[in-house]
């Protein structure tokens, strides 16, 4: 699975779009760029995927450049229960990954400020 | 409600004895994952298991056990040759047949004295 980069911490003031940037220049055709996020204390939370196109669901956006080399998380109207620690991870779909494992790095801190 | 339980929340431990962590899902998943988290890290894969009566091992299974004796229950045990058991625990579980998410539980919080 490709390595990712990702800044290890971000602010952004309540109601304002939170952009969470992630580099995986190693990244290969047929992996994926997911996000999870982990509020303290908690067990992360799956946020979206995507594999080249750009997509959307009801908690966020996911932009991949057309290198698929880096993608932004776009949280559109940040609030304060966003404030957690936010993963990019880059594996194959799990009928190809031998168990579906998942690879942690350290995320990005993301605090939401009033 | 559908969803992953662990129990208990927090658990206290005299080292030397072997503690197990639970982990029930009614999700009606076949794959079921443990991780470890150390402070300020991510998560790292101690074992998994894709069907009943199977399971592997992940990156850092030594001084962990688990069996997967019924689809709901992945329980792990934390022997006494886990050199530094103390972290948070977590356990999730995965529908094979969707290339998507992960559903996580809410964590033990291991504490060995």
């Known amino acids: 699975d490709a390595k990712t980069t990702q800044p290890p911490s971000m602010d952004c003031a309540e109601g304002r779009a939170a952009n969470l940037p992630c580099n995986h220049s190693t990244i290969s055709g047929n992996e994926y760029v997911y996000w999870y996020r982990q509020i303290h204390s908690q067990g992360p939370q799956y946020i979206i995927h995507?594999?080249?196109n750009n997509e959307t669901n009801e908690m966020a956006s996911l932009i991949i450049t057309e290198d698929r080399k880096s993608s932004t998380l776009i949280l559109p109207h940040a609030t304060l229960r966003d404030t957690a620690v936010y993963y990019c991870?880059?594996?194959?779909?799990?009928?190809?990954?031998?168990?579906?494992?998942?690879?942690f790095g350290q995320g990005t801190e993301l605090s939401v400020k009033p | 409600d559908g969803g992953i339980t662990q129990s208990p929340k927090y658990l206290f431990r005299k080292e030397g004895q072997n503690v197990t962590l639970s982990c029930e899902q009614n999700?009606?998943?076949?794959?079921m994952y443990w991780y470890r988290q150390d402070p300020g890290q991510g998560l790292r894969l101690i074992y998994y298991?894709?069907?009943?009566?199977?399971?592997q091992k992940g990156d850092i299974a030594e001084g962990y056990s688990v069996s997967r004796e019924k689809k709901e229950s992945f329980p792990l045990t934390v022997t006494s040759a886990q050199k530094n058991p103390t972290a948070f625990y977590l356990c999730a579980s995965r529908d094979r047949a969707r290339d998507n998410e992960q559903f996580f539980g809410p964590g033990t919080r291991l504490t060995v004295l």
């Open positions: 298991s894709q069907i009943v009566n199977d399971f």
């Open positions: 995507g594999l080249k």
């Open positions: 991870i880059v594996r194959v779909a799990p009928r190809h990954n031998q168990g579906g494992k998942l690879i």
């Open positions: 999700l009606n998943h076949d794959a």
